[in-house]
């Protein structure tokens, strides 16, 4: 089971930190993702780490803002977002599975959490 939590509000420009923690089975070799989805739209990639954490991979979009992290359990991963942009604003998931960039190569999900930013 993955747990995701940490959405809320923000100011264009603020920072949030988003949290998955991973209960009820090892997840310590599968590689942890970010998604999100905003409204009226498909679900994007937001960034990867390894299982080991030593990889990481972001999007474009939020390359040089968002920072992807885990703890040294494994059993936790974070998100932390600065410099927020009104776009982006979505609902926000945390998975597990390959190191892709595609929402096929991932086979837990958790549940999202909001972000809402405004200018």
């Known amino acids: 089971q993955l747990q995701a939590s940490g959405g809320g509000s923000a100011q264009a420009g603020g920072s949030l930190r988003l949290s998955c923690v991973a209960s009820?089975?090892?997840?310590?070799?599968?590689?942890m993702a970010w998604f999100r989805q905003a409204p009226g739209k498909e679900r994007e990639f937001v960034s990867t780490i390894s299982w080991s954490g030593a990889i990481t991979y972001y999007a474009d979009s939020v390359k040089g803002r968002f920072t992807i992290s885990t703890d040294n359990t494994k059993t936790t991963v974070y998100l932390q977002m600065n410099s927020l942009k009104p776009e982006d604003t979505a609902v926000y998931y945390c998975a597990a599975g390959g190191l892709g960039h595609s929402s096929n190569e991932y086979i837990y999900w958790g549940q999202g959490t909001l972000v809402t930013v405004s200018s």
């Open positions: 009820g089975r090892t997840f310590s070799r599968y590689a």
